[in-house]
């Protein structure tokens, strides 16, 4: 979380990867007999009062990706990383997409394009959050 309020400048704010998702993803992936739905929309709920989104925008997401992570878990892991990557990236579509239909449902202005690049930002950066998130996978036990 602490990635994601991090100040930077202007011009980079519009590339920050999604840190919490990956992360989210990761865990449901690893853990999820630890780390489910429910914690997806209390992390969700942190991350609305953190960032001062409209209450329950990333809850909402958080929870469906949770969710399609978990479901999704035995039929992603069995593939090499690189193909996980894919999968990972359609998910994280999947959550701008949510986010983007709660955009509009709330009568916000509609984002640029570059709205889409932090999805294509994680898809490369998956590889390496993987590779550097797996020992402590396995200090947490089996799942």
Do not use: K, N
Not at 33 to 52: A, E, K, P, Q
Request: charged share 10%; glycine share 6%.
């Amino acid at each position: 979380m602490y990635l994601t309020i991090l100040p930077i400048p202007g011009w980079p704010l519009d590339y920050r990867p999604p840190w919490v998702v990956l992360a989210l993803i990761f865990w449901c992936f690893a853990a999820p007999d630890r780390v489910g739905v429910l914690l997806g929309f209390c992390i969700g709920l942190m991350m609305d009062v953190l960032t001062g989104t409209l209450l329950g925008q990333h809850a909402l997401t958080l929870s469906v990706t949770a969710y399609l992570a978990i479901m999704l878990r035995a039929r992603i892991r069995i593939f090499p990383l690189w193909q996980q990557t894919f999968f990972v990236w359609l998910i994280l579509l999947v959550e701008r997409l949510l986010t983007l239909w709660v955009v509009g449902a709330t009568g916000q202005p509609m984002p640029p394009l570059t709205y889409w690049t932090p999805s294509l930002i994680s898809l490369f950066l998956w590889p390496f959050m993987s590779l550097l998130l797996t020992p402590m996978e396995r200090r947490v036990g089996p799942s």
